[in-house]
């Protein structure tokens, strides 16, 4: 199972709380967390795109980089770690996201991969004059499918005549071609959102809410088996979780315990109402999972294993072993600490990541 990290491209990584560990994202700080992770032998890192943040008193995600500058930066000072930057599809035009692709994996061939959001916060885009209307809720897998259509034709023939209902190449060129292979991943968990990924990518990052219950994630990976079964290559699930780890699972319950306390319930609210404004949304989409975090009040809204060094490494290798799991994409309160312990504390006990232990031996 690949290990990656979810760096914290926007301001508190992924805790919305007034007594969570508050910084500001930059390229230090992120340099800082991607270089250990290639050191403790991670296996990719990535960065989100958030162009509009949650405000409240904590200015939630208010403070955020742009994510393919920021791993062209990442992608010059590191070696072996694969890099994954996220495009908004409706911020830039397929075929120049796919010559940024091309120049970022110049700098570090073979280690470069997309993630493709398709866009359900409308405020992002409104700001900018660029929501096409609330009918493009209805349609922004369509969208997102001809976008990854026109960038994996320029990668792998160098031309484009791609003719769609969005977009449309007219001897449209892209060389040189990449020197390695440009994964795509999308994170989209609907039965369209899934589709979208059978028919484009290579992995699906996937989500539950909860806490301490490695399971739950299984009937999303049967979702995405089922989804992918007709695929004409192996598709994986990167399962995106949080981690608030210490040496007793009494330390580590009263550092998620404090940062519920301070939840920034305005923040979370905000939040809520984007991921409401499209009514069509299943279940199981993205923004429906991020609309319950308002619900329970969790400043950690995303699955969170809370415990000992010992006891989360144990659930990490419970996440291993359900088939369909091809990593998964790690998220701490406090960054650079987190980093630490997974690499010196959590990762030596698992049995999942024996061969990273191995190998640097």
């Not at 809370?306 to 091809?326: M, N, P, R, T």
Request: glycine letters at 8%; aromatic letters at 10%; a negative charge.
């Amino acid at each position: 199972m690949d290990v990656g990290v979810f760096i914290p491209i926007g301001n508190n990584g992924w805790i919305a709380s007034s007594t969570s560990p508050q910084y500001k994202p930059s390229f230090d700080l992120n340099r800082t967390i991607v270089e250990k992770a290639e050191r403790y032998g991670l296996d990719f890192a990535l960065s989100m795109i958030k162009l509009h943040g949650y405000g409240g008193p904590t200015e939630y995600w208010d403070y955020n980089l742009e994510s393919f500058t920021l791993m062209a930066g990442l992608a010059a000072v590191t070696q072996r770690i694969k890099l994954f930057a996220s495009v908004a599809v409706l911020t830039l035009p397929p075929a120049m996201v796919a010559r940024m692709a091309v120049t970022i994996d110049s700098i570090a061939p073979g280690r470069f991969g997309v993630n493709i959001v398709s866009g359900w916060q409308k405020a992002e885009y409104d700001q900018m004059g660029l929501w096409p209307g609330d009918e493009y809720f209805g349609y922004r897998y369509d969208y997102s499918s001809e976008f990854v259509a026109v960038m994996r034709e320029l990668w792998e023939k160098g031309v484009s005549n791609f003719e769609g209902r969005h977009f449309t190449m007219n001897d449209c060129r892209l060389l040189p071609h990449p020197r390695g292979p440009i994964s795509v991943v999308s994170a989209g968990q609907s039965d369209r959102g899934m589709a979208f990924v059978a028919d484009y990518c290579d992995y699906n990052f996937v989500a539950t809410m909860g806490d301490n219950n490695p399971k739950a994630i299984a009937p999303t990976i049967e979702r995405l088996k089922q989804a992918t079964a007709g695929a004409d290559r192996k598709i994986g699930a990167l399962v995106l979780l949080a981690v608030i780890a210490d040496e007793t699972d009494e330390a580590a319950e009263a550092k998620l315990k404090l940062y519920n306390e301070g939840a920034d319930l305005e923040a979370l609210s905000w939040m809520a109402a984007q991921s409401g404004m499209d009514v069509k949304a299943t279940k199981e989409s993205t923004a429906a999972l991020l609309g319950q975090a308002r619900q329970t009040a969790r400043a950690s809204y995303l699955h969170t294993f809370c415990g000992s060094y010992a006891k989360v490494a144990g659930y990490l290798d419970e996440i291993a072993e359900i088939d369909g799991v091809a990593g998964i994409m790690l998220t701490f309160d406090d960054f650079i600490v987190g980093m630490e312990q997974f690499g010196r504390c959590i990762q030596p006990l698992m049995k999942s990541r024996a061969h990273v232990l191995q190998a640097a031996a």
